[in-house]
């Protein structure tokens, strides 16, 4: 009995070893996707803010009922960002 055990005992091991470099690299992956994503979040929502500051500035200038609400999706915008690159 004891020598059945023996090689699948062993291939186990082998394949638990195996699956730790596998899994190592798949982290490495991850942590490469979860950089891009925090830089591509942050990038963009800076974009989307400074776009909605440039409106309520425009919309200041010409007297628009709605800039205060410009105003503030700039500024939420520039927030979600720097959460984006600070969190993710």
């Known amino acids: 009995m004891k020598k059945r055990i023996l090689p699948w005992l062993f291939l186990l091991l082998a394949g638990l070893a195996r699956a730790q470099e596998v899994s190592g690299a798949i982290q490495d992956a991850i942590d490469d996707v979860s950089e891009i994503?925090?830089?591509v979040?942050?990038?963009?929502?800076g974009i989307v803010g400074v776009i909605g500051l440039g409106r309520a500035a425009?919309?200041?200038?010409h007297g628009d009922t709605d800039a205060v609400t410009s105003?503030?999706?700039?500024?939420v915008a520039l927030f979600i960002g720097?959460?984006?690159a600070t969190f993710i």
Do not use: E
């Open 41 to 45: 979040g942050a990038v963009v929502m």
């Open 71 to 75: 105003l503030v999706m700039g500024i």
């Open 82 to 84: 720097a959460m984006c």
């Open 37 to 39: 994503a925090s830089a």
């Open 58 to 61: 425009y919309k200041f200038a």
